[in-house]
């Protein structure tokens, strides 16, 4: 069963004990999803719109997985809450990127999705040039709204397709490597 956190005001943690990954040592490390609704007006290319708003996500490992080394690194607490561990790893290293509107097409989940909050769908080019629909929400409120009822449903489809996620190229190496930095300190 998913279990989601609150984290600040638009940020939302969710996780399973079914989202697990091993990676490469027979120790599985538990996952979790972390949902952010981003305000995107006044920014460079964006300009002022009435829908602004961005459900960006990442995926983290559970903070019981987390390298002793990276906790310290991230916490200014000595003994910091379990949300707040999650928060402080997510704002000092990010996760691994998800398009979690690439699972079921922008369009296609309208339908059912339209009554959960307000929002339109519009289409942006990727960096790779590839045209694709993107929700955006009125607000902040609207964009966690719609992350509770649906996003956080569909995020279980997430770990199906989890080898392919990790195995994506980020800035310094792939998602195989951020989880092992992350969870056993391996930072070479």
């Known amino acids: ?9 638009k940020t939302l943690y969710a996780e399973d004990d079914d989202w697990q990954v091993d990676l490469g040592d027979g ?3 538990g996952l979790g999803v972390v949902f952010e609704a981003v305000d995107l007006a006044g920014t460079e290319g964006f300009g002022d719109g009435e829908y602004s708003v961005v459900v960006e996500a990442a995926i983290v490992p559970r903070p019981e997985d ?3 080394e990276v906790v310290l690194e991230v916490s200014e607490e000595e003994s910091p809450r379990r949300e707040r561990l999650i ?3 997510y704002r000092h290293y990010g996760g691994v990127p998800v398009n979690i509107d690439a699972l079921q097409p922008a369009r296609a989940s309208c339908g059912a999705s339209a009554f959960v909050a307000d929002q339109v769908l519009r289409p942006e080019k ?9 929700r955006f929400f009125r607000t902040v409120e609207d964009a966690l709204t719609f992350t509770r009822e ?35 300190g391996d930072f070479g």
Do not use: C, H, N
């Open 1 to 9: 069963m998913v279990e989601v956190i609150q984290l600040d005001k």
């Open 126 to 134: 990727t960096s790779s040039g590839t045209t694709i629909e993107m």
């Open 87 to 89: 928060f402080d790893l």
């Open 150 to 184: 649906f996003y956080v449903v569909m995020s279980p489809i997430i770990f199906k397709f989890l080898d392919f996620l990790l195995d994506q190229p980020l800035w310094m190496g792939t998602g195989w490597d951020k989880m092992r930095m992350l969870s056993k």
């Open 66 to 68: 987390l390298d002793e």
């Open 27 to 29: 120790a599985p490390i």
